[in-house]
């Protein structure tokens, strides 16, 4: 696969430490182009798959990141920190855990499940008059962020080994498992913090077939662990175009389509366009036409 040329998306294993930025950094230079973006950020605590779009692929970005999300979460019982994470100050502590029993702890997290309103932690990249949440409380500014609409789709407990809590989070994009953590130990009466989190998939895509940071520098490792741009959009509706639409699409000009759209989407959801089982554009459909939004002007066969 021509990753410069004809883009693609790799699936990275992050680990601990490096943030989302720090690992497309790495990937910028291993793979020789600035272009490089990634699609939902991870925390530096956090563990687990980021995808990375590389070359025209980078346009991909917007159709990804709205992609549910698949989390393994540890939730620490009986510690309130400010930012709801280990890397916070500790803001209250509680024995009231050892008192939790099955039925108190399967309540809870019940209510959470579902689509809420959820606050954002304080310390996160939420820009409040331009400027990220997360430095304004670090200069110890009053930090007022408005509650923002999620999903948790499933919530599962895992284990329980007082005072920690191993779940299984499948949310909407824009969810922050620490919130959930601090919510979670909100409603106990507990106060709790997020002290580990790996994602384990982003829709369809797992992070079993992801390669490592370091592997990023292995050409045969990143060509096992990418995929098209056609693979990455598989979850939009799509249309197979012939050689004239083609062109058309290309250049920019909407083409005629009164044919249905596989996937059976919502009437307002954009459309990838194939020719040749490869990608040429991301379309909006308008009265019986498809105008194209994203065109990616390669080969086709």
Known sequence: MDLLTSGGVILVDKPTGPTS??????ARRVLGTPRVGHAGTLDPLATGLLMLCVGPATRLVQFLV????????????????TTDDPEGDVEATSEGWRDL????????LSDLRGRTWQMPPRFSAKKIGGVAA??????????????????VLDLELLEWQPPDLDLRVCCSSGTYVRALARDLGEALGTGAHLSA??????????????VTLA???DPSLVERACMTPAAAVAHLPWVEVGPEDAVRIFQGQAIAFVGPVASSPLPDSPVAVLSGRTLIAVAEREEGRLRPRKVFPVKVS
């Open 215 to 217: 592997g990023l520098g």
């Open 101 to 108: 029993d099955p039925g108190t702890l399967g309540a809870a």
């Open 197 to 210: 989190l790996r994602r384990t998939a982003i829709g369809k895509f797992r992070v079993e077939g992801a």
């Open 134 to 151: 997360h430095y304004r409380a670090r200069r110890g500014e009053a930090v007022a962020l408005a509650p923002v609409e999620v999903e």
């Open 21 to 26: 930025h720090d690992v497309v950094a790495v």
């Open 66 to 81: 709205g992609l549910p999300k698949d989390y393994l979460a540890r939730v620490r019982l009986g510690v309130r920190t």
